[in-house]
């Protein structure tokens, strides 16, 4: 009988959780979340320096202002990465850093296009998906702003790390 009310109770939470509609500022919170953790993972993954890090907050102002740019139906990466190409084949970026600009910026499109793939009904109110993308903006933002010595960046490598070794 324990078990039976157990997973009756464990299925009404989950209908509960997968059937929600989420708030404003649910959202805000989770697309800060998310952007947080493209960043953490890219540094994890690409180990950029400090300079690297610089420029690629620079291009992410201007994925959020670009951000208003994307219609329904289109995603981040289609609409902005040209903006982005063209800021990075430009002169306002030191060649040594314009491959790691360009993974870093990509990261942060990839991440907003999944975000919104993962919810797609984010998109079904006026206002709340430009508020989703630079908020996950802020969020990569604060994720790139972390100290190499800070507990989540260094768990972050050391994950990468063993995925790597598990690769070879």
């Given at each position: 009988?324990?078990?039976?009310l157990?997973?009756?109770?464990?299925?009404?939470?989950?209908?509960?959780?997968?059937?929600?509609?989420?708030?404003?500022?649910?959202?805000?919170?989770?697309?800060?979340?998310?952007?947080?953790?493209?960043?953490?993972?890219?540094?994890?993954?690409?180990?950029?320096?400090?300079?690297?890090?610089?420029?690629?907050?620079?291009?992410i102002?201007?994925?959020?202002?670009?951000?208003?740019?994307?219609?329904?139906?289109?995603?981040?990466?289609?609409v902005?990465?040209?903006?982005?190409?063209?800021?990075?084949d430009?002169?306002?970026?030191?060649?040594?850093?314009?491959?790691?600009?360009?993974a870093?910026?990509?990261?942060?499109?990839?991440?907003?296009?999944l975000?919104?793939?993962m919810n797609?009904s984010w998109?079904?109110?006026e206002?709340?998906?430009?508020?989703?993308?630079q908020?996950?903006?802020?969020?990569?933002?604060?994720?790139?702003?972390?100290?190499?010595?800070?507990?989540?960046?260094?768990?972050?490598?050391?994950?990468?790390?063993?995925?790597?070794?598990?690769?070879?």
């Amino acid at each position: 009988m324990k078990k039976w009310l157990l997973g009756v109770v464990a299925l009404l939470t989950m209908v509960g959780i997968v059937g929600c509609e989420w708030s404003d500022s649910q959202v805000k919170v989770l697309s800060q979340n998310a952007g947080l953790a493209a960043a953490v993972t890219w540094i994890a993954y690409d180990n950029p320096d400090t300079n690297s890090i610089v420029v690629v907050k620079e291009i992410i102002n201007t994925i959020a202002a670009q951000a208003e740019n994307v219609q329904t139906g289109m995603t981040y990466t289609a609409v902005i990465y040209p903006e982005i190409q063209n800021i990075i084949d430009g002169d306002s970026i030191p060649a040594q850093y314009k491959p790691i600009a360009l993974a870093g910026s990509l990261a942060v499109l990839n991440g907003i296009d999944l975000l919104f793939a993962m919810n797609p009904s984010w998109k079904e109110k006026e206002g709340r998906t430009l508020m989703a993308a630079q908020s996950f903006c802020i969020g990569a933002k604060m994720g790139l702003s972390l100290s190499d010595r800070d507990p989540i960046i260094i768990q972050a490598r050391t994950f990468a790390d063993s995925r790597s070794k598990i690769l070879k």
